[in-house]
């Protein structure tokens, strides 16, 4: 969240992506940092997936990624 967060204090956009069991975690330390940084959350656990299930994973969030990147 601080690498999202100072990425985009100087100008350059970023989506935060973390798996799913993440979400509490990322909203506490949005809030710590006064900063909402635009988010994708994904299935979870992400080691040891072969790279073909990390494809299928890429794939399905490529579509929310984009969306989150370039709307308001």
Do not use: K, Y
């Not at 989506?15 to 994904?42: C, I, M, T, W």
């Amino acid at each position: 969240m601080h690498d999202i967060t100072n990425l985009e204090q100087m100008g350059l956009p970023g989506v935060f992506v973390a798996s799913a069991p993440f979400v509490d975690a990322a909203e506490a330390q949005a809030n710590r940092l006064g900063f909402d940084a635009a988010r994708v959350f994904v299935e979870h656990p992400i080691q040891d997936r072969t790279d073909e299930e990390m494809v299928a994973i890429a794939d399905e969030a490529v579509d929310a990624l984009i969306e989150r990147l370039t709307g308001p």
